[in-house]
């Protein structure tokens, strides 16, 4: 079961950057939850975080396999990120961009983490099954 993060804890950006690349080989269900922090912020910025996939660690796609919406705002955002169409893909990593705009220091500063968790299959068919409903 794949447990580990793409972005380690309390990792702090002040400009474009990338993740290191993280071996998901082991996963027995290529289903994955993204759980992205963001614990420190600056008023007047944005922060755009996307998840690259590849098949040798070294060689990344062109295009993101998935993207956060543009987050400006300390907060916990979920996403998920089902590879079982695209056994190819070995090895993520994540890549951010950073923005800032009006008064005050003109660097952009985050402060977040990005955790990937494998899915476990009977939790996506309890979910299909409707097993997990809102009260």
């Known amino acids: ?17 990338d993740g290191p690349a993280v071996d998901i080989s082991g996963a ?27 098949a040798d660690g070294n060689t990344w796609g062109q295009k993101a396999l998935t993207a956060f919406p543009q987050k400006f705002y300390r ?9 079982r169409q695209q056994p190819e893909v070995r090895f993520l990593r994540a890549h951010w961009e950073v923005n800032r705009w ?6 952009a500063m985050f402060q977040f983490q990005l955790r990937l968790r494998e899915v476990p299959p009977e939790m996506l068919q309890q979910a299909a099954s409707g097993a997990y409903s809102r009260a």
């Not at 290529?30 to 420190?40: G, S």
């Not at 009006?102 to 660097?107: A, F, K, L, M, Y």
Request: aromatic share 6%; no cysteine; glycine share 8%.
């Open 1 to 17: 079961m794949v447990d580990t993060f793409l972005v380690p804890e309390a990792t702090t950006v002040t400009a474009k950057g």
């Open 28 to 54: 027995t269900h290529r289903v994955f939850l993204l759980h992205m922090n963001i614990t420190r912020i600056l008023e007047q910025q944005a922060l755009d975080v996307s998840v690259f996939g590849s």
């Open 75 to 83: 907060g916990e955002h979920p996403l998920l990120l089902d590879l």
């Open 102 to 107: 009006g008064r005050g220091p003109e660097t």
